[in-house]
Antibody, heavy 123, light 111 residues
Framework: EVQLVESGGHFVQRGGSLRLSCAAS????????MNWVRQAPGKGLEWVSH????????YYADSVRGRFTISRDNAKNSVYLQMNSLRDEDTGVYYC????????????????WGQGTLVTVSS | QSALTQPASVSGSPGQSITISCTGT?????????VSWYQHNPGKAPKLLIF???KRPSGVSYRFSGSKSGNTASLTITGLQAEDEANYYC???????????FGGGTKLTVL
């Protein structure tokens, strides 16, 4: 059974840093791209970042580029999101998602999601 | 502001059918048929319902179906059940650096 378990969400002051983790199980982790998607309170879903199975391809949303860094450790079946210079608008639930492989397309849909971890940014 | 436009809410009675629209621009959808739909109950993990406009993953009920015409994609749920009450999101691959865009979400109420 595919499982994605996020952790690391916390209250953090504006301008601070946080590292989210996602532990994966139930599939060959290194064969899949992984993404982070977030949801601000009362808002819709927003794609945040993408990393390919071998970490060779990485993308970021314009809203987080330069502040967030995605990485993965295939030996630990884990993907991470380092978040720096946090802003109020970064508040929300962050979901770890798996991307089914599709030739030539980095990420078109997300077939498994974790339950999310809550990040709260405030002064 | 979300790139894809969905109605904020829809409602229907048990047994009825409803359709949720998802409207974007030609650059949102591109030449691809890579629209997906997700069901999300608050506090739970979102669930993939439809991919590639109209395909259902294994285990998803036949009551859920997707379609697309021009720059509008649609999710139809037939034979509404109380358990269908949830938030629904559309998503499209864009081929831009932002990769994918989501709709703002639609809250389905089963009366």
């Amino acid at each position: 059974e595919v499982q994605l378990v996020e952790s690391g969400g916390h209250f953090v002051q504006r301008g601070g840093s946080l590292r989210l983790s996602c532990a994966a199980s139930g599939f060959t982790f290194s064969s899949y791209s992984m993404n982070w998607v977030r949801q601000a309170p009362g808002k819709g879903l927003e794609w945040v970042s993408h990393i390919s199975g071998g970490s060779g391809t990485i993308y970021y949303a314009d809203s987080v580029r330069g502040r967030f860094t995605i990485s993965r450790d295939n030996a630990k079946n884990s993907v991470y999101l380092q978040m720096n210079s946090l802003r109020d608008e970064d508040t929300g639930v962050y979901y770890c998602t798996r991307v089914p492989p599709r030739p030539g397309i980095a990420a078109a849909e997300f077939d498994y999601w974790g339950q999310g971890t809550l990040v709260t940014v405030s002064s | 502001q979300s790139a894809l436009t969905q109605p904020a809410s829809v409602s229907g009675s048990p047994g009825q059918s409803i359709t949720i629209s998802c409207t974007g621009t030609s650059s949102d959808f591109g030449p691809y048929n890579l629209v997906s739909w997700y069901q999300h109950n608050p506090g739970k993990a979102p669930k993939l319902l439809i991919f590639e406009v109209s395909k259902r993953p294994s285990g998803v009920s036949y009551r859920f179906s997707g379609s697309k015409s021009g720059n509008t994609a649609s999710l139809t749920i037939t034979g509404l059940q109380a358990e269908d009450e949830a938030n629904y999101y559309c998503c499209s691959y864009t081929a831009r650096s932002s990769l994918v865009v989501f709709g703002g979400g639609t809250k389905l109420t089963v009366l």
